[in-house]
T-cell receptor, first 114, second 116 residues
Framework: NAGVTQTPKFQVLKTGQSMTLQCAQD?????MSWYRQDPGMGLRLIHY???????DQGEVPNGYNVSRSTTEDFPLRLLSAAPSQTSVYFC?????????????FGNGTRLTVT | AQKVTQAQTEISVVEKEDVTLDCVYE???????LFWYKQPPSGELVFLIR??????QNEISGRYSWNFQKSTSSFNFTITASQVVDSAVYFC?????????????FGQGTRLTINP
């Protein structure tokens, strides 16, 4: 059981480049989300999805796009990378509609924008 | 607005000492959930515990214990007889209401170092 899989693990971009961070889960979880982790700030919610075809913004959505065409996948797109987006990105999933399901996190993607 | 404060940025203790990590939260929701996650040096996030706002019972799991007090809006985490493997960053998190149960607000984290 792979859980939540994020690719790539590391990425270096130049300012203005675009890329997609991939996230896939094999637990049939309805709920998926993206967080970014910055030193001294904990993790902050970027976007989330409660099911295929449904997405919504979190606390820090600017500069990021998401879509949810399948239950399994929830990619995060950076259309024009900026140095402020240098961070560690975590994808998470859980069962929706129940408060008893904790978030399961992927292992993270470390992104550097130069 | 919801907020989680972990005032201790870094803690360093000698192995076998007991250590308590503080977590204070703010929310207007009557139903909410509190969590602790561990992030070891390898970087992954490991779920430790979840508590709902209606359950103020303290919980003990081996060397770990959690003290939830609604009166002080605190959800503190104690490690008894600490070990080097406990060295990690620990995050306290909050989610509010039934609909927002999976949208976590995290504290800044406490870096715990256990020295041999």
């Amino acid at each position: 059981n792979a859980g939540v899989t994020q690719t790539p693990k590391f990425q270096v971009l130049k300012t203005g480049q675009s890329m997609t961070l991939q996230c896939a889960q094999d637990m049939n979880h309805e709920y998926m989300s993206w967080y970014r982790q910055d030193p001294g700030m904990g993790l902050r919610l970027i976007h989330y999805s409660v099911g295929a075809g449904i997405t919504d913004q979190g606390e820090v959505p600017n500069g990021y796009n998401v879509s949810r065409s399948t239950t399994e996948d929830f990619p995060l797109r950076l259309l024009s990378a900026a140095p402020s987006q240098t961070s560690v990105y975590f994808c998470a999933s859980s069962l929706a509609g129940t408060a008893n399901s904790p978030l399961h996190f992927g292992n993270g993607t470390r992104l550097t924008v130069t | 607005a919801q907020k989680v404060t972990q005032a201790q940025t870094e803690i360093s203790v000698v192995e076998k000492e007991d250590v308590t990590l503080d977590c204070v939260y703010e929310t207007r929701d009557t139903t909410y959930y509190l969590f602790w996650y561990k992030q070891p040096p390898s970087g992954e996030l490991v779920f430790l515990i979840r508590r709902n706002s209606f359950d103020e019972q303290n919980e003990i799991s081996g060397r770990y214990s959690w003290n939830f007090q609604k009166s002080t809006s605190s959800f503190n985490f104690t490690i008894t007889a600490s070990q080097v493997v406990d060295s990690a960053v620990y995050f306290c998190a909050l989610s509010g209401g039934i609909q927002g149960a999976q949208k976590l607000v995290f504290g800044q984290g406490t870096r715990l170092t256990i020295n041999p």
